[in-house]
């Protein structure tokens, strides 16, 4: 398998998406900086990391996607190339039109930084294939802009389609709002696109990915990448 990390101006998870990633390939994923005018060739994965892409100005994600390399993201993308959208990334993505909605301020209006855990809504993808469907796991956030908020209509289609990957729920699995962390609509954590190759969410998998940092869940998703895409 062939990977790339996109490196913005402010990115600051984009070296530890290539440890975690890395480990899962046995070599270490490509890094790619924001303005060059094209990915390299034959990638079967582009990860956009977490961060603060140009400071968050403007509005978390808007900057970044127009960077340069975003447009090349964006084509291929649309060509069938798997994207993994983290955190800053899944603001990007949404800014760049890769995914429906938007990731508005906490409802908190405070950064929140923590440890969460998911239930897997959708283990038939290449992203997810290493959980089981009802899953329960338990993943880093850290974000002050992680409010999934969408139309009705649009939350029908991802909720008819199978393309919320990811809720929000207390450790047995129930979705609440005590469970939510940020005020995210249906307690969404992460969507698919509709062909289920482009994957945001605003949880870090990267930062639970090894039992020396406290848990391994993250790992199963690069194991997943690494085993559909090779």
């Known amino acids: ?11 600051n998870c984009d070296r530890d998406v290539q440890v975690a990633l890395g480990r899962s390939m046995g070599r ?11 990915l390299p060739e034959d990638l ?6 977490g961060g603060f892409s140009y400071g968050d100005y403007l509005r978390a994600g808007a900057m ?11 084509e291929k993308a649309r060509r069938g190339l798997a ?3 983290i955190c800053n990334g899944f603001q990007i993505a949404t800014e760049a039109g890769l995914l429906p909605g938007v990731l508005m301020r906490n409802a908190s209006l405070r950064f929140v930084c923590k440890d969460v855990h998911l239930r897997v809504e959708q283990s038939q993808t290449p992203f997810t294939a290493r959980y089981e469907q009802g899953q329960v796991i338990r993943i880093p956030i850290g974000h002050a802009e992680g409010n999934y908020f969408t139309d009705p209509d649009t939350l029908r289609r991802l909720e008819d389609r199978g393309q919320i990957a990811f809720r929000y729920c207390t450790p047995t699995g129930e979705t609440n709002a ?4 940020n005020g995210s609509l249906a307690n969404i954590a992460g969507i698919f696109n509709e062909t289920r190759t482009v994957l945001g ?4 998998p990267e930062r639970l990915a ?3 940092l406290g848990g391994n869940d993250g790992r199963a998703m690069f194991d997943s990448l690494v085993e559909a895409l090779s």
């Open 83 to 85: 994207v993994l959208a």
């Open 28 to 38: 270490a994923p490509l890094m790619v900086w924001h303005r060059d005018s094209a």
């Open 210 to 212: 090894d039992p020396l």
């Open 201 to 204: 969410l605003m949880p870090h």
């Open 44 to 49: 079967d994965l582009v990860v956009i990391p």
């Open 64 to 74: 970044a996607a127009h960077s340069p390399v975003m447009r090349d993201v964006v």
């Open 178 to 181: 005590e469970a939510n962390p």
């Open 1 to 11: 398998m062939k990977a790339a990390v996109i490196v913005f101006p402010g990115s």
